[in-house]
């Protein structure tokens, strides 16, 4: 069974920095396609950024291109997502997730594994 912990939520004003963990336990990333959502109070889950299975190349969600940075470490079996210039509109409960088959998908629903999800707020 597929367990992901995510870490490294927390507080941060307009224009910080977070970073993101998640630990995969019982698979390793590398036999699965991670993936960082995002949920926003009221909202439905979104898809935040993800890695393209072909080349292993990142994909962001045009929301976040050139402020949030996708990566792994297969060694430590674990997946990042830097966070930075953090806006207001960043706020919401980041999910990791993993699917056993495919490329990157947008779609939540083509997801096999989530996270607890961890909290991130961005004061302004």
């Known amino acids: 069974q597929v367990q992901l912990v995510e870490s490294g939520g927390g507080l941060v004003q307009t224009g910080g920095s977070l970073r993101l963990s998640c630990a995969a336990s019982?698979?390793?990333?590398?036999?699965?396609?991670p993936a960082w959502f995002r949920q926003a109070p009221g909202k439905e889950r979104e898809f935040v950024a993800g890695?393209?299975?072909?080349?292993?190349?990142?994909y962001y969600a045009d929301s976040v291109k050139g402020r949030f940075t996708i990566s792994r470490d297969n060694a430590k079996n674990t997946v990042y997502l830097q966070m930075d210039s953090l806006k207001p509109e960043d706020t919401a409960v980041y999910y990791c997730?993993?699917?056993?088959?495919?490329?990157?998908?947008?779609?939540?629903?083509?997801?096999?594994?989530w996270g607890q999800g961890t909290q991130v707020t961005v004061s302004s």
């Open positions: 019982g698979r390793t990333f590398g036999s699965l396609r």
């Open positions: 997730a993993a699917r056993n088959y495919g490329s990157v998908s947008m779609s939540s629903r083509e997801y096999d594994y």
């Open positions: 890695f393209r299975w072909s080349d292993g190349s990142t």
